[in-house]
């Protein structure tokens, strides 16, 4: 069942280049294995949930985040169960990152495992250079001195606000090591953090030229 879920799913993502194709749901998805297994989840439930996570997503074009049709075919296809299907879009709709002020805790450790995998793609050396591609992706500058990050207290905000890419770090991927539920995640998010900290430091450095 999974291995055609992950070709329609491969398809789908196979022209993104806004950090969000195949490989970061591969990388999703392993991770979250790795969480689940560590941290007794279901694990067909957090693959499945890890392989759909970010076909409806506000992010991408065309999403619609709160009926998630995409993901929803893809597991009629398959022939799961109703209630299957309801617990593999309740993940989903839990996992989004919707801004500084929200919290978003998911309600299951399956939601929790493929939370944390997806944050964690969001930090470290591979969250800095997704990071840059979604800017360039939404034309955003780089960086901008005069354009200060801000803590978004709605979705609504953080969704529309225009931003530059090194704010991006300090409006989510420095808050993100403290929002990881499960113990095995912030064991691996703490090494990724201090990597985001010393590239910040040495792109002031170069960019003020100390
Ligand atoms: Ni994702």
Redesign the pocket.
């Known amino acids: 069942m999974l291995s055609s879920i992950s070709e329609s799913v491969k398809l789908l993502c196979q022209h993104d280049s806004s950090g ?1 194709d195949w490989w ?1 749901i591969y990388r ?1 998805v392993n991770l979250a294995k790795h969480i689940g297994s560590k941290e007794g989840a279901d694990l067909l439930v957090v693959e499945t949930a890890a392989l759909l ?2 076909l409806d ?1 506000w992010k991408l074009d065309s999403s619609d985040s709160e009926n998630l049709p995409i993901a929803r075919k893809l597991l009629n296809e398959n022939g799961s169960t109703e209630d299957f299907i309801e617990k593999i879009l309740t993940i989903i709709k839990e996992v989004s990152y919707k801004g500084a002020g929200i919290e978003t805790i998911p309600s299951s450790i399956e939601g929790m495992a493929v939370q944390d995998a ?1 944050r964690l ?1 969001a930090i470290g050396a591979i969250g800095i250079a997704r990071t840059f591609a979604y800017g360039g992706h939404k034309n955003q500058p780089m960086h901008n001195p005069d354009l200060k990050p801000i803590h978004h207290s709605s979705y609504e905000e953080y969704k529309s606000t225009r931003t530059s890419t090194i704010n991006h770090f300090y409006e989510k991927l420095l808050l993100l090591k403290d929002r990881l539920n499960t113990k095995t995640a912030k064991e691996i998010g703490q090494q990724r953090h201090i990597f985001m900290e010393q590239f910040l430091e040495q792109f002031y450095s170069e960019w003020n030229l100390d």
């Open positions: 969000h970061h999703v996570h970010d997503d997806d793609d």
